[in-house]
């Protein structure tokens, strides 16, 4: 399983910025796909989370309602549209996908075992 995520940049507060993942080697459809985020000197943080049926979707308490997650299970391509951004939103942006996620560890890095490479966000105020 590879799993790719692109779309960062540079972008200005206020703004917005539209993040890709996508997944290969497996069926996409299958996978719970999630989006955590780490600043410098930071912890990695959860920033969303959606269920293979895109039935259900989980969001941390920074980028709820300004960020929404949805996915293309025919385009094998999860999506993080990211709205408002301001300062503290700068951050290197992991997808990651998982097959047996609980609701409960929805939010856990733990509960992912492929994970892509990264994509650096920055928001210039």
């Known amino acids: 399983v590879q799993l790719q995520a692109f779309g960062g940049g540079l972008v200005q507060a206020g703004g917005a910025l539209r993040l890709s993942c996508t997944l290969s080697?497996?069926?996409?459809?299958?996978?719970?796909v999630a989006w955590f985020r780490q600043a410098p000197g930071k912890e990695r943080e959860f920033v969303a989370a959606?269920?293979?049926?895109?039935?259900?979707?989980s969001y941390g308490d920074s980028v709820k309602g300004r960020f929404t997650i949805s996915r293309d299970n025919a385009k094998n391509t999860a999506y993080l549209q990211m709205h408002s951004l301001n300062s503290e939103d700068t951050a290197v942006y992991y997808c990651?996908?998982?097959?047996?996620?609980?609701?409960?560890?929805?939010?856990?890095?733990?509960?992912?075992?492929?994970w892509g490479q990264g994509t650096q966000v920055t928001v210039s105020s």
């Open positions: 959606i269920r293979p049926n895109a039935g259900s979707t």
């Open positions: 080697g497996r069926t996409f459809r299958g996978y719970h």
């Open positions: 990651a996908a998982g097959d047996r996620v609980i609701l409960s560890a929805m939010r856990s890095a733990s509960a992912y075992h492929y």
